[in-house]
């Protein structure tokens, strides 16, 4: 190598490849020009010596820079694909070459200038390092699928440089990815019974950012068009898909292909898929997703009439659901409301693929539907009239163990309507030789009755003792007799105190009406033509032989929690007489247990509610269990009709009561009771959790109550009899503020609480603050009973304590005008009955209910929840604070949780007059 | 070139009875055929077997074309047993990726722990033996022993046909291939710029001391040019 200047300015001259770029050196003589190759050598020992230019010395120390790049194996394909590159360079790369150029530049060289010179150099260098030049890649050239090995290694090399590149820079983007399969259906493959199904891959936690599978594939990671996954994404995929083909054998087909893009399933591969692929593939989590439209639901429709349909007029119904009614069902699938019509299921029967056109709609069918609906075509099943009307009421009716909607047919329908409207409809008038002005409700009750007795149903009227249920059967008996209706006399069955009322009550009411006491060892039923016989049920139990023999119109069994246990000797010897119809009355609210409500109604309908087990399994257990609040709903829909109930308190029932007003006076809790609740919560929630199922529902029911207890007062749930009072509950200051205003106002109340040791601490603060105070308890013998009430009606004392578990039902304190519940009841029904010892007939004054309920605890948030059951409870529920023990965990906490002070709901909340 | 990859480490295993200490898959029964045929006493095979199954083996290291691994490590008798596998060529490799492209599925096999059979003989359609024939695998050891292979290679060549057995991985990597590299195959470093890197290396090295001399008439420049001129 001759002589090269290094004292004067270099020159770097570009040319396109950039290995066959020069580099001129000037001397004080003459200049030199080398290309890259000599150049090379001359910059590499440039670095050491310390007289060479500037420009020399940023040539040179850009060439040491590029040949680290290129040791370090850092080359890439330039764009074009033309030459090589030192590269991609990364943030840090760009950093060191400004960096370079900052401090090389030099005179008219800016640190700009030198960068892109150093730039150049990069290139320059990498290209003429690599001494094979860069081959430029065909579009559409793929080497990293291609199957053949005849495209050489040099294109592959390109490419294969060119992905390593590409690499890095993709490296940041997501690999962890899921698989699922999308149907798709062009009309094409639709009309040969076909569907294709692609696979596609979602970016774990990123379900919007997915791609078809063969994207990874065939489509470059980054840029435009691009996929979007790193690399590594596609083994993720082919791993998934073969878990997939392991789950629905089908799919092997896809992983036998170079691309994994997409399969046509044949009519067998798609009725597998509909059959077993789809549970085997979401069993793993794999989801199917189908175009709009293509799954819509078929869902099966039943068809419920009475046999013989068509003619039947209205006064034919007469009967209808008697003991010789026949009904019969069938069913269909429907689409949407409309059921398919016969053709259409013979058309869906007769498909050989799951793939069929029905009213200009492509849909896919199970193949499992497909074949219920062949077998289902022209059959005609019988139906028994209580389940025909289950059916009609519910709108539900078991086919092969599933629930399908019903369709009632039109004499089903117009029996249904009268049925749910029986309690509403316009009151008939009172009947012919009824002695006596029916009030409004029991001219709705008579109708209720005769309507359902009339189409040969049985009914439970529950109204409050005292609103004339006696009446309303008299009226019923002689009803049916205006209406020619009535065949045979009419049997009440009743406990033995209450047989001289009904006699006295008919021959008052329904004068010439025959009665006759079949009782007692002379009884008889001798020359029986009609009009009442009444009985008691222990006559009834041993006679029911005889009883059984008359063909009764109506019986009735009055008080009939007497039949509550429907396996008693009682209750089944009473389902063997006979009669038309069947009437039950009580007085009890037989809604609280759903066992004895199944006994009554399922005596005077029989069947209505299923056998015993079976109305346990589809009704109790999953009411009692609150798990799904529509079988509630449903179950209320069911009873409903069959069930009329109205109280006192009902507007419109007993309106000579003076108006009562009901509020819920909010206090909040010391920090005494805030420290209490908490840890009490805390403690209790903590061994809750760990329990096991027996001792959970125990330490739930400690919780409540524990918690109860301290809203009440400190020294209750402490047990401190002599405890302070004042200053440590502010139920305690509302109290003392409530019984001033109503003292002044020469008013009495009632205090009631669940617990006697509260009780008693009211007495003693009330005692201490001067006030004459009664207090009744459960275990008050029955004469004191009766001498604090007379004492207190007759105005002795002006606060009446009670404690009473049943709210004293029997008591009489109307000359209360206030009541005070001190703590929460969690049935509102007992709650009612306590408050009604004041708000019954008698009362002439407006009542006043307080209720002691402290912010953000368990009392206000079982109270909100009260609020809002309020009717359904009245339906069905009152399983009251047990069924609080079935909480789950979270629940649980939800409910006692001390919360903040939240919204107050409308203080008042109820008012009657 | 730098297809060593990452070395795959496989911990002592313990005594082993059984299935386990037996080879159930094709290729792993290949593998020991490839061996077995050139052992001349029948019995070594045997004894072999024994050793390795006794867990006096250690950890066995495997990286590209070669596996070794210490026979009663920490033993004042511990040798050092190796195993040497002929590696593939590039364009074998490049065989073998497009067969292994063929189908989707054979990645997700080989994730599996499945060798496939068809992805085998597909590449033995093209000329690529991924089982090591006898002349394939070459065997070296501390011990004094002239057998050859001695005792303490073929255990280590036992066991790797149990390592394999589960992880195909394994026969691959001898073969020349990390796992990472048969999954991306664009993250091979190309020979090309493999080669280059080599000399850039070289010419870094030679500027370190380069002369500083100005070249009119000074042969330690003239010299470093040449030198550098030749790796250009």
Redesign the interface.
């Given at each position: 190598m001759s002589f090269v200047p290094l004292q004067g300015t270099a020159t770097l001259v570009l040319a396109d490849p950039p290995r066959d770029s020069e580099i001129e050196f000037t001397g004080p003589q003459r200049s030199v020009r080398l290309p890259m190759r000599g150049a090379i050598p001359v910059l590499t020992r440039a670095m050491r010596a310390t007289d060479a230019h500037a420009s020399v010395t940023l040539l040179s120390s850009a060439t040491m820079l590029a040949m680290k790049y290129v040791a370090a194996g850092r080359l890439h394909r330039s764009a074009d694909g033309d030459a090589w590159q030192v590269g991609p360079l990364a943030v840090e790369d760009d950093d060191r070459v400004r960096s370079l150029a900052t401090s090389r530049a030099h005179g008219e060289v800016d640190a700009q200038a030198a960068e892109a010179i150093i730039r150049s150099i990069l290139d320059a260098v990498a290209d003429t390092m690599t001494r094979q030049p860069a081959r430029r890649v065909e579009p559409g050239d793929v080497p990293s699928t291609s199957p053949t090995l005849g495209s050489g290694d040099r294109p592959s090399l390109a490419d294969r440089l060119a992905g390593r590149a590409a690499q890095r820079a993709d490296d940041a983007l997501p690999a962890e990815i899921y698989l699922s399969l999308r149907i798709e259906a062009p009309e094409e493959l639709l009309e040969a019974g076909t569907l294709s199904i692609v696979a596609q891959v979602h970016e774990l936690d990123v379900a919007t950012h997915v791609v078809d599978a063969s994207e990874l594939w065939l489509t470059e990671p980054s840029g435009t068009g691009g996929h979007g996954f790193s690399r590594k994404a596609r083994v993720g995929a082919s791993v998934a898909m073969r878990r997939a083909a392991q789950a629905w054998p089908v799919l092997d087909r896809l992983l036998r292909r170079q691309v994994p893009d997409r399969l046509v399933l044949d009519p067998d591969e798609l009725a597998d898929l509909l059959e077993q692929g789809l549970e085997a593939l979401g069993a793993i989590g794999i989801e199917v997703y189908w175009p709009r439209g293509l799954r819509q639901e078929l869902v099966p429709q039943a068809q419920v009439e009475a046999k013989a349909t068509g003619a039947r007029d209205e006064a034919l119904m007469t009967g209808l659901f008697g003991p010789d009614a026949l009904f019969e069902f069938d069913w269909k699938l429907a689409l949407g409301p409309d059921p398919l019509t016969d053709a259409e299921m013979k058309q869906l029967a007769d498909a050989t693929t799951p793939v069929i056109r029905l009213r200009d709609n492509w849909m896919v069918i199970d193949p499992a539907l497909a074949r219920r609906a062949r077998a289902a075509i022209g059959k005609r099943r019988a139906l028994q009239p209580a389940a025909a009307l289950r059916a009609a009421l519910t709108g539900e009716i078991e086919l092969d163990g599933r629930m399908i909607q019903v369709h009632a047919g039109a004499t089903l329908e117009k029996a249904r309507e009268r049925i749910v409207d029986a309690s509403t409809v316009s009151p008939l008038a009172a009947p012919l030789g009824l002695d006596a002005t029916l009030r409004d409700y029991q001219r709705q009750g008579l109708t209720w009755l005769a309507e359902l007795t009339g189409i040969g149903l049985g009914a439970c009227l529950a109204d409050d003792m005292g609103l004339g249920k006696t009446i309303t059967v008299i009226a019923l008996h002689l009803h049916r007799r205006d209406r020619g209706l009535a065949a045979g006399p009419t049997l009440v069955v009743c406990p033995a105190s209450l047989l001289g009322n009904w006699e006295r009550e008919v021959q008052r009411f329904a004068p010439g009406v025959a009665t006759r006491r079949f009782h007692g060892t002379e009884r008889d039923l001798d020359d029986l033509q009609d009009g009442f016989v009444f009985t008691t049920y222990g006559t009834m139990r041993v006679d029911h032989a005889s009883l059984a023999g008359v063909g009764w119109d109506l019986v009735v069994a009055d008080e009939a929690q007497h039949v509550k246990n429907a396996t008693s000797s009682t209750a089944r010897n009473l389902r063997l007489i006979g009669s038309r119809c069947r009437v039950a009355l009580t007085g009890t609210p037989v809604e609280n247990n759903l066992t004895e409500l199944w006994a009554i109604l399922d005596w005077a309908t029989p069947g209505l509610l299923g056998s015993r087990n079976a109305f346990r399994k589809v009704w109790a257990a999953p009411i009692e269990s609150g798990a799904d609040p529509t079988v509630a709903r449903k179950f209320a829909q069911l009873v409903e009709p069959f069930l009329l109930r109205r109280r006192k308190s009902d507007p419109g029932i007993a309106p000579e009561l003076p108006p009562k007003t009901e509020t819920d006076q909010l206090v909040g809790l010391t920090r005494e009771q805030v420290v209490l609740y908490e840890t009490l919560v805390r403690e209790s929630m903590e061994r809750i959790v760990s329990a096991d199922e027996d001792a959970r529902r125990g330490l739930v029911l400690a919780l409540l109550t524990g918690l109860k207890q301290i809203c009440n007062h400190p020294a209750h749930y402490l047990r401190q009899p002599n405890g302070r009072i004042k200053g440590r509950s502010e139920k305690i200051d509302l109290l003392d503020e409530l019984l001033g205003t109503i003292l002044s106002e020469d008013g009495s109340v009632l205090l009631f609480t669940q617990y006697v040791a509260m009780a008693r601490l009211l007495e003693r603060h009330l005692a201490t603050a001067g006030v004459p105070t009664l207090f009744l308890h459960g275990g008050t013998p029955i004469p004191a009973r009766e001498r604090m009430v007379d004492a207190f009606q007759a105005g002795q004392a002006p606060v009446f304590l009670l404690s009473l578990k049943a709210g004293g039902t029997g008591l009489n304190l109307t000359r209360a005008d206030h009541v005070i519940h001190v703590d929460r009841w969690w049935n509102p029904a007992v709650e009612d009955q306590a408050t009604d010892r004041a708000y019954r007939i008698g009362q002439t004054r407006p009542v006043q209910v307080h209720r002691l309920v402290t912010e953000g605890t368990i009392e206000q948030r079982i109270g909100e929840l009260l609020a809002r059951k309020r009717g359904l409870a009245d339906a069905v529920l009152g399983a009251g604070e047990v069924a609080l023990t079935e909480l789950s965990d979270a629940e649980l906490h939800d409910l006692v949780a001390l919360g903040s002070a939240r919204l107050r709901p409308d203080r008042v909340r109820r008012a009657h007059g | 070139m730098?297809e060593t990859g990452d070395p795959l480490v496989f911990a002592r295993r313990g005594r082993v009875r059984g299935p386990s200490a037996r080879s159930n898959s094709w290729w792993a029964r290949a593998w020991v055929r490839s061996f077995e045929e050139t052992v001349l006493e029948a019995s070594d095979l045997i004894t072999a077997r024994a050793l390795a199954r006794a867990g006096r083996l250690g950890a066995v290291m495997v990286i590209s074309g070669m596996a070794s691994a210490v026979l009663d490590p920490g033993s004042p008798t511990a040798v050092i047993a190796q195993v040497r596998v002929r590696r593939l060529d590039?364009?074998a490799w490049?065989?073998f990726?497009?067969?292994l492209?063929?189908?989707?599925?054979h990645?997700?096999?080989l994730?599996?722990g499945e060798l496939p059979a068809d992805l085998v003989e597909h590449a033995d359609d093209?000329g690529v033996e991924i089982v090591p024939g006898p002349g394939d695998v070459d065997t070296a050891c501390e011990c004094d022993s002239w057998a050859q292979p001695c005792l303490h290679a073929l255990a280590l060549l036992y066991q790797l046909a149990w390592l394999m057995d589960s992880n195909p991985y394994v026969l691959l990597l001898l073969r020349g291939r990390t796992r990472e590299q048969l999954?991306?195959?664009?993250?091979?470093?190309?020979?090309?710029?493999?080669e280059?890197?080599a000399?850039?290396?070289t010419?870094?090295a030679?500027?370190q001391d380069?002369?500083?001399g100005?070249?009119?008439a000074d042969t330690a420049?003239?010299a470093?040019?040449?030198?550098?001129?030749r790796l250009?």
């Amino acid at each position: 190598m001759s002589f090269v200047p290094l004292q004067g300015t270099a020159t770097l001259v570009l040319a396109d490849p950039p290995r066959d770029s020069e580099i001129e050196f000037t001397g004080p003589q003459r200049s030199v020009r080398l290309p890259m190759r000599g150049a090379i050598p001359v910059l590499t020992r440039a670095m050491r010596a310390t007289d060479a230019h500037a420009s020399v010395t940023l040539l040179s120390s850009a060439t040491m820079l590029a040949m680290k790049y290129v040791a370090a194996g850092r080359l890439h394909r330039s764009a074009d694909g033309d030459a090589w590159q030192v590269g991609p360079l990364a943030v840090e790369d760009d950093d060191r070459v400004r960096s370079l150029a900052t401090s090389r530049a030099h005179g008219e060289v800016d640190a700009q200038a030198a960068e892109a010179i150093i730039r150049s150099i990069l290139d320059a260098v990498a290209d003429t390092m690599t001494r094979q030049p860069a081959r430029r890649v065909e579009p559409g050239d793929v080497p990293s699928t291609s199957p053949t090995l005849g495209s050489g290694d040099r294109p592959s090399l390109a490419d294969r440089l060119a992905g390593r590149a590409a690499q890095r820079a993709d490296d940041a983007l997501p690999a962890e990815i899921y698989l699922s399969l999308r149907i798709e259906a062009p009309e094409e493959l639709l009309e040969a019974g076909t569907l294709s199904i692609v696979a596609q891959v979602h970016e774990l936690d990123v379900a919007t950012h997915v791609v078809d599978a063969s994207e990874l594939w065939l489509t470059e990671p980054s840029g435009t068009g691009g996929h979007g996954f790193s690399r590594k994404a596609r083994v993720g995929a082919s791993v998934a898909m073969r878990r997939a083909a392991q789950a629905w054998p089908v799919l092997d087909r896809l992983l036998r292909r170079q691309v994994p893009d997409r399969l046509v399933l044949d009519p067998d591969e798609l009725a597998d898929l509909l059959e077993q692929g789809l549970e085997a593939l979401g069993a793993i989590g794999i989801e199917v997703y189908w175009p709009r439209g293509l799954r819509q639901e078929l869902v099966p429709q039943a068809q419920v009439e009475a046999k013989a349909t068509g003619a039947r007029d209205e006064a034919l119904m007469t009967g209808l659901f008697g003991p010789d009614a026949l009904f019969e069902f069938d069913w269909k699938l429907a689409l949407g409301p409309d059921p398919l019509t016969d053709a259409e299921m013979k058309q869906l029967a007769d498909a050989t693929t799951p793939v069929i056109r029905l009213r200009d709609n492509w849909m896919v069918i199970d193949p499992a539907l497909a074949r219920r609906a062949r077998a289902a075509i022209g059959k005609r099943r019988a139906l028994q009239p209580a389940a025909a009307l289950r059916a009609a009421l519910t709108g539900e009716i078991e086919l092969d163990g599933r629930m399908i909607q019903v369709h009632a047919g039109a004499t089903l329908e117009k029996a249904r309507e009268r049925i749910v409207d029986a309690s509403t409809v316009s009151p008939l008038a009172a009947p012919l030789g009824l002695d006596a002005t029916l009030r409004d409700y029991q001219r709705q009750g008579l109708t209720w009755l005769a309507e359902l007795t009339g189409i040969g149903l049985g009914a439970c009227l529950a109204d409050d003792m005292g609103l004339g249920k006696t009446i309303t059967v008299i009226a019923l008996h002689l009803h049916r007799r205006d209406r020619g209706l009535a065949a045979g006399p009419t049997l009440v069955v009743c406990p033995a105190s209450l047989l001289g009322n009904w006699e006295r009550e008919v021959q008052r009411f329904a004068p010439g009406v025959a009665t006759r006491r079949f009782h007692g060892t002379e009884r008889d039923l001798d020359d029986l033509q009609d009009g009442f016989v009444f009985t008691t049920y222990g006559t009834m139990r041993v006679d029911h032989a005889s009883l059984a023999g008359v063909g009764w119109d109506l019986v009735v069994a009055d008080e009939a929690q007497h039949v509550k246990n429907a396996t008693s000797s009682t209750a089944r010897n009473l389902r063997l007489i006979g009669s038309r119809c069947r009437v039950a009355l009580t007085g009890t609210p037989v809604e609280n247990n759903l066992t004895e409500l199944w006994a009554i109604l399922d005596w005077a309908t029989p069947g209505l509610l299923g056998s015993r087990n079976a109305f346990r399994k589809v009704w109790a257990a999953p009411i009692e269990s609150g798990a799904d609040p529509t079988v509630a709903r449903k179950f209320a829909q069911l009873v409903e009709p069959f069930l009329l109930r109205r109280r006192k308190s009902d507007p419109g029932i007993a309106p000579e009561l003076p108006p009562k007003t009901e509020t819920d006076q909010l206090v909040g809790l010391t920090r005494e009771q805030v420290v209490l609740y908490e840890t009490l919560v805390r403690e209790s929630m903590e061994r809750i959790v760990s329990a096991d199922e027996d001792a959970r529902r125990g330490l739930v029911l400690a919780l409540l109550t524990g918690l109860k207890q301290i809203c009440n007062h400190p020294a209750h749930y402490l047990r401190q009899p002599n405890g302070r009072i004042k200053g440590r509950s502010e139920k305690i200051d509302l109290l003392d503020e409530l019984l001033g205003t109503i003292l002044s106002e020469d008013g009495s109340v009632l205090l009631f609480t669940q617990y006697v040791a509260m009780a008693r601490l009211l007495e003693r603060h009330l005692a201490t603050a001067g006030v004459p105070t009664l207090f009744l308890h459960g275990g008050t013998p029955i004469p004191a009973r009766e001498r604090m009430v007379d004492a207190f009606q007759a105005g002795q004392a002006p606060v009446f304590l009670l404690s009473l578990k049943a709210g004293g039902t029997g008591l009489n304190l109307t000359r209360a005008d206030h009541v005070i519940h001190v703590d929460r009841w969690w049935n509102p029904a007992v709650e009612d009955q306590a408050t009604d010892r004041a708000y019954r007939i008698g009362q002439t004054r407006p009542v006043q209910v307080h209720r002691l309920v402290t912010e953000g605890t368990i009392e206000q948030r079982i109270g909100e929840l009260l609020a809002r059951k309020r009717g359904l409870a009245d339906a069905v529920l009152g399983a009251g604070e047990v069924a609080l023990t079935e909480l789950s965990d979270a629940e649980l906490h939800d409910l006692v949780a001390l919360g903040s002070a939240r919204l107050r709901p409308d203080r008042v909340r109820r008012a009657h007059g | 070139m730098a297809e060593t990859g990452d070395p795959l480490v496989f911990a002592r295993r313990g005594r082993v009875r059984g299935p386990s200490a037996r080879s159930n898959s094709w290729w792993a029964r290949a593998w020991v055929r490839s061996f077995e045929e050139t052992v001349l006493e029948a019995s070594d095979l045997i004894t072999a077997r024994a050793l390795a199954r006794a867990g006096r083996l250690g950890a066995v290291m495997v990286i590209s074309g070669m596996a070794s691994a210490v026979l009663d490590p920490g033993s004042p008798t511990a040798v050092i047993a190796q195993v040497r596998v002929r590696r593939l060529d590039g364009p074998a490799w490049s065989a073998f990726d497009a067969e292994l492209a063929r189908e989707a599925g054979h990645l997700a096999a080989l994730e599996s722990g499945e060798l496939p059979a068809d992805l085998v003989e597909h590449a033995d359609d093209a000329g690529v033996e991924i089982v090591p024939g006898p002349g394939d695998v070459d065997t070296a050891c501390e011990c004094d022993s002239w057998a050859q292979p001695c005792l303490h290679a073929l255990a280590l060549l036992y066991q790797l046909a149990w390592l394999m057995d589960s992880n195909p991985y394994v026969l691959l990597l001898l073969r020349g291939r990390t796992r990472e590299q048969l999954q991306d195959p664009a993250a091979v470093l190309p020979a090309e710029a493999d080669e280059a890197a080599a000399r850039a290396a070289t010419i870094l090295a030679l500027a370190q001391d380069a002369p500083t001399g100005h070249g009119l008439a000074d042969t330690a420049v003239a010299a470093y040019d040449d030198e550098v001129s030749r790796l250009l």
